[in-house]
């Protein structure tokens, strides 16, 4: 059985590599090369698959009852941490129950609740009220007159906008929203965590997430009870009066599905609107090849989308002994399955470290596949496409204004500084 040299399994579990997005392709990029798939064990983890190949990735995405999400962490966790989640929670690996920590038969009846909301067809009937929310945006942004912080001055509050509004969230709650979805997912990046954690241990980060999920919990309740008594035409409205065979859904299960739309529906969106505009800054042939031809742009968003992959990893466990890329897995393995190495394969994409708007075809796999395929993909790539209409027709040129920075975090990040200097066309 191969093992990963201790170094680079090390580094697969470091926020701080995932900080450094070269460092991170360069870590990748060896592993398809020499162990596409191969057993890590960084120090005070239990061992673990590393999937990086595209075809594997969608393997295992494919066979859900082969390859669980709810048997073991969806996120990777170190033993310390692992043994006091399940600690604090009376024997589970979750903090929150969402149907990213659900498999069959359960996961196809909590998806059923929201999916047609998700659906093209029925998209249609907020896309004047994004347009609108993305107009405002744009104006706020281009006021800044010349320099922008990119991600705190329009990239994080238009998706966040979006999503409270289609959710129900009150305008003045954003930044609550805003503030709790940071701090549970840049629990390990010291600057959008709720504490310092440059000392604290895997069981201090539990419990900081835990507050934050407790945080999250005392909000929605109160929103829950609302609708309750006064419905609305709102996905709170549908989340609050929930019924699975007939029975209402446990308030810990409500709380957990607010928990993922509230957060993965914008933070993520946010990390692509990000990476979109700092790859435009640097590849000016690209900006202006979009800027030609605005037919380019939900290619642009595609390959915004790939580049930044915002959902860096996520947790898989087998369910019975089986094989996969001649490998053999025993029941019980864990699986780490590397989005953003997959985005970069080789073998699927053409220049794969190259970003081009007019990239076809573009298989990433960004929003994951099979039965866990993202819930919100055409949302979020509604709402880029929206954005950079209004937006790129009144830019000149875009460049780097200083240095940007990405955040630190295995699970989900992306940029969290981007300067910039813009014309107004």
Known sequence: MERIPQAIANAIVD????????????????????????????????????????????????????FHSA????????????????????????????????DAPDHPKYRALTQSWFMPQNLKKVEGRVREIAKGAVDRFLEKGGTAEFVADLALGYPLHVVMDILGVPPEDEPRM????????????????????????????????????????????????????????????????ATIDGAPISDFEAMSYYIIVATAGHDTTS???????????????QFNLVKRDPSLIPGLVDEAIRWTTPVKTFMRSATEDTE?????????????????????DEEVFEDPFSFRVDRKPNKHLAFGYGAHLCLGQHLAKMEMRILFEELL????????AGEAKVSQSSFVNGPKVLPIRFEIA
């Not at 990390?271 to 042939?285: F, K």
């Not at 996969?324 to 970069?344: P, Q, T």
Request: some cysteine; aromatic content about 8%.
């Open 15 to 66: 926020p701080v590599v995932f900080g450094d997005t070269a460092k991170l392709h360069e870590t990748y990029a060896w592993l398809r090369a020499n162990m596409p798939l191969a057993i890590a064990e960084p120090e005070g983890f239990d061992p673990f698959w590393v999937v990086t190949k595209h075809a594997d990735i969608l393997e295992v995405s494919r066979q859900n009852s082969l």
């Open 71 to 102: 048997d073991r962490p969806t996120t990777i966790v170190d033993r310390q941490g692992d043994a006091f989640v399940r600690k604090l929670t009376g024997g589970s690996p979750h903090l929150v129950r969402s149907l990213v920590q659900m």
């Open 178 to 241: 805003l503030r709790l979805t940071q701090e549970l997912f840049g629990a390990q990046d010291p600057d959008q965590a709720r504490m310092m954690i440059t000392m604290m241990d895997t069981e201090q980060i539990a419990l900081m997430m835990k507050a934050t999920v407790d945080d999250f919990q005392s909000y929605f309740s109160v929103i829950s009870e609302d609708r309750r008594r006064n419905p609305r035409d709102d996905l709170a409205t549908i989340l609050a009066n």
């Open 271 to 285: 990390s692509s609107t990000a990476g979109a505009m700092w790859a435009l800054a640097e590849n000016p042939d």
């Open 324 to 344: 996969l890329a001649g490998r053999r897995i025993a029941r019980g393995d864990w699986l780490m399955l590397c989005y953003a190495s997959g985005n970069r």
């Open 393 to 400: 027709p009144r830019l000149k040129s875009v460049e780097l």
